[in-house]
């Protein structure tokens, strides 16, 4: 069974640039989750999609967005880069809802913003 | 507040050392899990602990689970070059998401 994969691995921007990034959960898992991971911060909870719907959502501002398609793939959006977004973002895929069920994470995009 | 405290933030050991990582909160949890996270690579679940004086075994890894489940650790026997990573622990909430604690990095030399 493959993992989950997410695309691009690497990608650098500039600021006030947007950027979106792709995340395949494990075949049959509905549910993906968001997270960034920062040296200072440690790993953040961005959202969570099921079945096509914003389910949670964490601390951060409007700049960051996301979706989920009917195959539940997922992509998230950063517009209006700064340089305080350069992190590692994970992506996690679960077979539901929720945290209590196994995540299963991605290796993540690693985004430099200069 | 929901803070996961780990401790220490680093370790550096040799192989065949044995080690102890430290996750504290001030508030009582309902399950916790235990991450690793290797270079370039997303964190891997090692064990979920859900009772209070639960004790986990994953071969030469040992995670407990404080009595009153305000705390866990997680022992390392025997501390081998390939249990290099970042260790993480992590409580789910009804929110969704699951808080992680800020990590310990631990690096075995050979």
């Known amino acids: 069974k493959a993992g989950v994969t997410q695309t691009p691995r690497y990608l650098i921007k500039t600021r006030g640039q947007q950027v979106t990034l792709s995340c395949s959960p494990i075949s049959g898992h509905r549910s993906v989750s968001w997270y960034q991971q920062t040296p200072g911060q440690g790993l953040q909870f961005l959202f969570e999609y099921f079945s096509e719907t914003q389910r949670n959502k964490g601390n951060f501002p409007g700049r960051f967005s996301g979706r989920q398609f009917s195959n539940s793939r997922s992509e998230m959006n950063v517009s209006t880069l700064e340089l305080g977004d350069s992190a590692l973002y994970l992506c996690?895929?679960?077979?539901?809802?929720?945290?209590?069920?196994?995540?299963?994470f991605g290796p993540g995009t690693r985004l430099t913003v200069l | 507040t929901q803070l996961l405290e780990q401790s220490p933030q680093f370790l550096s050991i040799q192989e065949g050392e044995n080690l102890t990582v430290y996750c504290n909160s001030s508030s009582v949890f309902s399950s916790l899990q235990w991450y690793r996270q290797e270079p370039g690579e997303g964190p891997v679940l090692l064990v979920t602990v859900v009772t209070g004086g639960e004790v986990k075994k994953l071969k030469r890894l040992t995670f407990q689970f404080g009595d009153a489940r305000k705390d866990s650790s997680l022992h390392i026997t025997a501390a081998q070059p390939g249990d290099t990573g970042l260790y993480l622990c992590a409580r789910p909430r009804n929110t969704g998401k699951l808080i992680f604690g800020q990590g310990t990095t631990l690096q075995v030399k050979p």
């Open positions: 996690a895929s679960s077979s539901h809802l929720g945290a209590y069920n196994e995540q299963f």
